[in-house]
C-alpha cells in the first residue's frame, strides 16, 4: 500500500506525540518510514500500539516486554528502538547499515 491518506497521517502524528521523547523519536520515525509502505495488517498493529498507554508501549519498544501478537511484534522490529535511541536524550542515529522498511512490491 503506497497511498497515505494525508489527514490520517497527521492525526497518527499528533498520536505519536507521548510524554516521552524517546517514543516521540520512535513513532514517528515509523510513521514517515515506514507508514507509506506498510500493508493494512502492519498498519493496524501500528494503531493498536498507538493505544497502549506510555509505559506499556516503552516496556514493548525497549524490550523490557514481549508482544504476543505477531502484528505487533512486525512494527517493533520495524520501530528497532533498543539500538536505535541512545540512553542519553533520545538520539537517533540512524539504520546502522539494516535495509528498513522496503518498498513492496503490491
Known sequence: ?????????????WRCRRGMRELDVLLAGYLDRCWPS????QRAAFRALLELPDPELAALCFGLSAALEPGLRAVLAELGGRSELSAAGAVYRGDFGR????????
Not at 500500500?1 to 502524528?13: Q, Y
Not at 535495509?99 to 503490491?106: G, K, V
Open 1 to 13: 500500500m503506497t497511498d497515505a491518506d494525508p489527514v490520517e497521517v497527521r492525526r497518527l502524528r
Open 38 to 41: 506498510a500493508p493494512a495488517d
Open 99 to 106: 535495509e528498513r522498511c522496503p518498498e513492496r512490491d503490491l
